[in-house]
């Protein structure tokens, strides 16, 4: 397999598309053609056993692949890197696939902290991603979902171990098992795109919603700093004043300290640990969902501000 696996910690900014050798080799078939017999079938899927956020068994190719239509991705509750934006992408993603979710499409985030994510902590975990019918957190035995996770080409596969959890392979694997179609994409995407993809390319009959029409054709990004806000905190945060996953961020850099606001981009995590009180009672109050630390730099910051506050003077112009 030539999965790329990026690194939770890399900066992963540009819309990165990944593929599998294995969607490599089928991409180029008739969309719909029956695949009856894929060479990813039963034989290829561990039928591993887990446990979903509500205590039931379930088994891996039996119960969630076995003619359906679905993403797949792994994380772990402590995670503060990269599970919440996969997390915030998938939501985003839930939502665009409306009433067809539960139904003819399923999400399956899968923890790879077997040894403490328990059901309890997945139900409470995805309670905080709003997490609606078909979207099913599991886990397992650390051992099998490693295993799966090779198989998968979501491990890292550049032939080292992984020395910490957060060195996860993060991309999100969409498949139809009927169809044999295979694609893995990244949650740096932006919504409409994985959206477009997983709905045009492997779910019959899919109609894009207006919304995701409205996004497609806004302009490209016109600066780096916008760039950067489309493909890393747009998945949680609007530049308006709704909220998302996180505070909507109208006004923010005109009522923030500029240094504080720096700092907190550059490294939330570091500044919860430092128990800062602003912070502190952000965490709170968005319920204690990490900000990921993307590992910017301090020019990316500065990009990323200027965006935010050319917005600012924008709408205080209207
Ligand atoms: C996975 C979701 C997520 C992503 C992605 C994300 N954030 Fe956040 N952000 C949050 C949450 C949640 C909070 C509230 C504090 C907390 O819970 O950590 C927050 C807080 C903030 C705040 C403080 C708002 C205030 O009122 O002072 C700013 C500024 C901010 N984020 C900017 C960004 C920028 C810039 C990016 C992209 C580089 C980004 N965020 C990416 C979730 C996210």
Redesign the pocket.
Known sequence: MNAMIVRASSKALTFLILLTGLAANLVGSPAWAAYTGSAWGANYFPNIELVTQDGKKVHLYDDLIKNKVFAINFIYTRCTESC??ES?ALRNLQQALGDRMGKDVFFYSISIDGDRDNPAELKDYSAKFKAGPGWIFLTGRPEDVTLLRQKLGMYRDDGQAETSLSEHGISILMGNEKAGQWIKRSPFEETRALARVLGTRLLPNYVVPAVAHKEAIRAPAQSVGEK??RS??E???STGSEDG???G?AG?VGH?DRAW?KQ??KE?DQM?ARKDPT?IA??Q??K?????N?H?TDNDVES?IAFLEANESRIAKK
């Open positions: 919440p934006l915030a950067l806000f890393n905190c998945a949680c945060h996953i996180g505070p961020l923010v923030r606001l907190w981009i939330p919860i912070a952000l965490y109050q968005y204690q969902i990490p900000m990921p993307f910017l990323v």
